[in-house]
């Protein structure tokens, strides 16, 4: 495959291109989905194309092609030029890339015991299918169960006319299972899955056992048969690591992106060195971490090549960094943080985030609990809105009312609602553990671009004021 994105490169150059970029997908995905104890539908599907990049004159163009041939590629190489040059003459900011230095990486891949293309459809099947059955024997008036095993995996390459070449086997696997259950005319629902970079000898672990997802999710469902509504108004709240991995990215992450920065659209636009946040709140943005130990998603380069950066956003309430591609990172006279990223190769790579998560502090759960006294306790987050100034509206996807550190009853579908400096402000503390995740069914959207594989989590945060709202 190398050898056709070096075709492209070489077209782009021949019609006088400043910088071509040629890249290459490769994927196989695969879905698994049943009801109750039935396997109703699996997928399986081969995605194959070749994307090219090219910057002329203060302009760029993009252009793809399903048909791995050189007749193929160059003519996207041609297109993209075109579009570029047709561009140039009407672009009213022009687009600058910068300059790189050249190096070659090839071949890297997960260290896995379970790589999932070496584990049989049989064997996959029969973890979502051990995962409902231990919801049937765990659950309570059940009246529906829907499991789900997501797999995303295959090679990616890179190459451009700075002859930097790059190849990568990104991977996200997904395994979750939702219960709803009935009483009377109440309906609710319990949730519990693993989604992200890492090999499926992870649900041999006593944590993320089909096992105990299975009985998880079929508990919480149960446990909402008897919750009450959220009181509404102002409390004290504790964030758990999934509903602050969904803050960090939708309502800060975004605003962090340099093209809504440069264009004015973002609210922290001009405000690097100033302190918006308590001395609790650090968030960092990373392709490559310890993955057997955080599994989010795992991204050692962008697609524009660049090898992924660990770029600190906020350091503990000052805003030090935005988030780049080439282009920006030019525009701004700031470095390359390796955050172009496509959805696939029929995309143009734009500025999206990695791994987004609040940094750990130093305090155990219990103590958090205990430093929250009375308020609520929120956890993970089943959907809701972050907007361009900074408010949101988020459904927790359980919780529990907290009385003097101690659980006392839980709650179902608490809304939090505000603005996100005000709850980086608001910060008091952070637990110690870091977990990340990603997420197989679903993703980051943008511009069009959806879903965008991305890592989020972080500590339970203890904040010291957020707005709730219940639904009975």
């Not at 050898?3 to 698994?32: M, N, P, Q």
Request: contains cysteine; aromatic residues 8%; hydrophobic residues 35%.
């Amino acid at each position: 495959m190398f050898d056709l994105l070096e075709h492209a490169v070489t077209a782009g150059e021949k019609l006088g291109a400043r910088l071509v970029e040629a890249r290459s997908d490769d994927f196989h995905i695969r879905e698994i989905r049943t009801e109750m104890d039935e396997v109703r539908d699996v997928k399986s599907i081969r995605r194959v194309g070749i994307g090219v990049n090219v910057y002329y004159n203060g302009a760029s163009g993009y252009s793809f092609e399903t048909k791995p041939t050189k007749n193929a590629v160059k003519t996207a190489a041609e297109k993209a030029f075109k579009i570029a040059k047709a561009s140039s003459s009407a672009a009213k900011v022009q687009v600058d890339p910068g300059e790189a230095s050249s190096y070659e990486q090839k071949d890297l891949s997960l260290d896995l015991k379970k790589h999932p293309q070496a584990v049989s459809l049989s064997l996959k099947k029969d973890m979502v299918l051990r995962a409902v059955r231990a919801a049937k024997e765990h659950g309570k008036n059940i009246s529906s169960i829907i499991g789900l095993y997501g797999e995303f995996s295959g090679k990616k390459r890179f190459m451009n006319s700075e002859r930097t070449e790059v190849s990568w086997s990104p991977l996200v696997v997904d395994l979750r299972l939702t219960v709803v259950s009935k009483q009377g005319e109440l309906l609710v629902d319990g949730s519990d899955g693993m989604g992200g970079s890492f090999g499926l000898e992870l649900f041999d672990s006593d944590q993320y056992s089909p096992e105990k997802l299975g009985k998880n999710a079929a508990k919480w469902a149960a446990e909402k048969l008897k919750a009450k509504p959220a009181p509404p108004g102002k409390h004290r709240a504790l964030c758990e690591n999934r509903l602050v991995g969904v803050l960090a990215h939708e309502s800060f992450g975004h605003l962090t992106e340099s093209d809504f920065v440069v264009t004015g659209m973002s609210p922290l636009a001009g405000k690097i060195g100033q302190q918006l946040g308590s001395e609790h709140a650090t968030i960092i943005d990373e392709g490559t971490m310890d993955m057997r130990q955080y599994h989010g998603f795992w991204l050692p380069f962008d697609d524009q090549g660049t090898k992924t950066s660990r770029t600190v956003v906020m350091d503990r309430g000052k805003l030090v960094n935005y988030l780049h591609m080439r282009d920006t990172a030019v525009a701004m006279k700031a470095g390359f943080t390796g955050n172009a990223r496509a959805v696939n190769y029929t995309f143009p790579p734009i500025v999206r985030m990695k791994n987004t998560y609040f940094s750990p502090g130093d305090l155990s759960l219990e103590e958090a609990l205990e430093q929250l006294g009375t308020g609520i306790y929120a956890i993970r987050t089943r959907g809701g809105q972050a907007n361009m100034d900074g408010t949101f509206m988020f459904k927790a996807s359980r919780g529990y009312y907290v009385k003097n550190g101690e659980k006392k009853y839980p709650l179902r579908e608490v809304t939090l609602t505000g603005s996100i400096l005000d709850f980086l402000k608001n910060i008091e503390g952070a637990t110690r553990e870091r977990p990340l995740f990603s997420s197989y069914f679903g993703g980051c959207g943008k511009a069009g671009q959806y879903p965008l594989p991305c890592g989020l989590g972080g500590p339970h945060l203890l904040v010291r004021e957020v707005r709730f709202g219940g639904e009975k």
